[in-house]
């Protein structure tokens, strides 16, 4: 599967880079910093195909039977 089809797959969830300004929002609403976030490797095919870098923070919205939409955040390492 080529890479720029990656996000098309039904089983990857939807990856967005989260802008400077409202990742500080995030830390700040969690009360942590960037190095307290799980993390995503920069080498992973939907963080490659969106083009973070080292240091982004990825927000990625999963569907979830129970609860709808799932929303959780890493950075990528």
């Known amino acids: ?3 720029d089809r990656v996000a098309q797959h039904f ?11 409202r990742a ?4 700040a609403k969690f009360g942590s910093t960037n ?8 080498d992973d095919p939907a963080i490659v195909e969106i083009g973070a ?4 923070l990825i927000k990625v919205t999963r ?12 950075v990528v390492m």
Not at 24 to 27: D, G, I, L, T
Not at 35 to 42: A, G, W
Not at 66 to 72: I, L, R
């Open 1 to 3: 599967m080529g890479l």
């Open 53 to 56: 870098k080292r240091g982004d």
């Open 24 to 27: 500080k929002e995030v830390f």
């Open 11 to 21: 089983l990857v969830p939807k990856h967005e880079i989260v802008p400077d300004e």
């Open 35 to 42: 190095d307290q976030f799980p993390q995503i490797l920069s």
């Open 63 to 74: 569907n979830s039977p129970t609860a709808g939409k799932s929303v959780f955040y890493r």
